[in-house]
């Protein structure tokens, strides 16, 4: 455990709302009983990264359990083990993408499903237009614990912030945990509305590229800044449900 007093107010910070985003993907059933990973930067003076004890459900992860580890997986602060996959995933997303703060992977139900089409994610509902030609794909080369596999991830990544991971997953990054989590629930549930919307067998209204690609480019409006309204009130959620995130 690390001492929450003993750290910069930067680490602190980056902690308390890394150990939240996990406790929101828990709340949305995003989580997978002790595996995945979501990880963030320690603090701007550090070149080392946050990420989970390997064992701890998302629900008993807080901010003076996360783990810091430098970028050969070694840990560096915190008690335990770490799932050696996040250290590859993340880590290839963390040394080679500076301005990159945090990285998001799951499992759920929804993104795996879609990462098994060969189609991929189709945007036909007003949220999911964001993602329009700005999500990536990695095809699946087995269980992630070939560092070898670090510069392809990163490669396949580019300059998106979303990437599907074909038969394995979703995987989000951002310049803030808040951007990360928040790109992941509306990734979710784009996916989420393509799986029912074919499910109906019904034809669909799609939008046309043109004007999808309008839509993305009204998300990419300096003003709309992904998660600066949506964490304060994310926060406030696991707050009244007595979380124990920032312990």
Known sequence: ???????????????????????????????????????????????????????????????????????????????????????????????????????????????????????????????????????????WEGMSTNLEECERLSESLGNNKAMILRNHGLLTCGDSVSETFVLMYYLERACKNQLDTYSTGLELNKPSGNLLEFAAGQYDDPRFITGKYEWPALLRLLDDNKSIYNQ
């Open 1 to 139: 455990m690390v001492r929450l007093s003993n750290i910069s107010d930067d680490e602190r910070e980056n902690r308390i709302n890394l150990a939240a985003c996990y406790h929101l993907a828990d709340h949305f059933g995003w989580s997978d009983i002790i595996w995945n990973h979501i990880t963030a930067k320690t603090s701007k003076n550090k070149n080392t990264f946050l990420i989970n004890k390997f064992g701890l459900r998302y629900d008993e992860i807080t901010a003076s359990n996360l783990l810091e580890i430098d970028f050969k997986g070694n840990v560096i602060n915190g008690e335990g083990d770490i799932n050696y996959t996040g250290f590859v995933i993340h880590g290839a997303v963390h040394k080679v993408k500076q301005n990159i703060h945090c990285v998001m992977h799951t499992h759920s139900r929804a993104g795996l499903a879609v990462s098994c089409l060969k189609m991929g994610l189709e945007p036909i509902i007003q949220d999911a237009a964001m993602f329009h030609n700005r999500v990536s794909y990695h095809e």
